[in-house]
């Protein structure tokens, strides 16, 4: 591995443990000045903020699931390990490592609510679209998951993913 590859996993885990933190602190912010009080209005009929003890995903589905929810982060972190680590150095996939550690931030800090907790603390409500309550951990997958998705529609071509291929590797080996 060369020191750029070093420095690259490195400035990821820096990047996903500041991340994690800073998520975390709204957390505790949120329990501190929320929990147990009606909701605080930012922009009142827009946003506010309101307390919530979720144990289930979004819009509330698979209530009462931890076991789930920790087993699926474990396997998206290990997919995003694995390919932070495959991935090649070249420029073109400096954001596709901003994308997955924001991605494996926002699932490490709802994974550390869910096993210390058994609940995650949501506090973001955007009363205009009632949309469900969420946390900074979730903006962090939303929003890069969906920059992803656009990445690998309209940026990335097929070649380009060829380092996380198994077959790719076997194939390389019969030449």
């Not at 946003?47 to 920790?70: R, V």
Request: hydrophobic fraction near 55%; charged fraction near 20%.
């Amino acid at each position: 591995m060369t020191w750029k590859k070093k420095l690259f996993l490195l400035l990821d885990i820096v990047g996903i443990i500041v991340l994690v933190l800073f998520d975390q602190y709204t957390k505790n912010l949120a329990v501190i000045h929320l929990k147990d009080k009606p909701a605080f209005n930012i922009i009142s009929g827009v946003l506010e903020l309101n307390y919530l003890e979720n144990k289930g995903a979004a819009f509330g589905m698979l209530q009462n699931q931890k076991i789930f929810f920790i087993f699926v982060a474990f396997v998206i972190l290990g997919v995003i390990g694995y390919v932070l680590y495959k991935m090649p150095e070249e420029k073109k996939y400096r954001i596709l490592h901003v994308l997955l550690s924001l991605i494996a931030a926002g699932a490490i800090g709802n994974m550390i609510d869910r096993i210390r907790l058994d609940y995650v603390v949501d506090f973001i409500y955007f009363v205009l679209i009632n949309f469900p309550i969420f946390n900074v951990a979730d903006i962090y997958v939303s929003l890069s998951t969906i920059a992803l998705v656009f990445l690998l529609l309209f940026y990335y071509k097929e070649n380009d993913l060829s380092f996380i291929s198994f077959k790719q590797k076997k194939y390389r080996e019969l030449k």
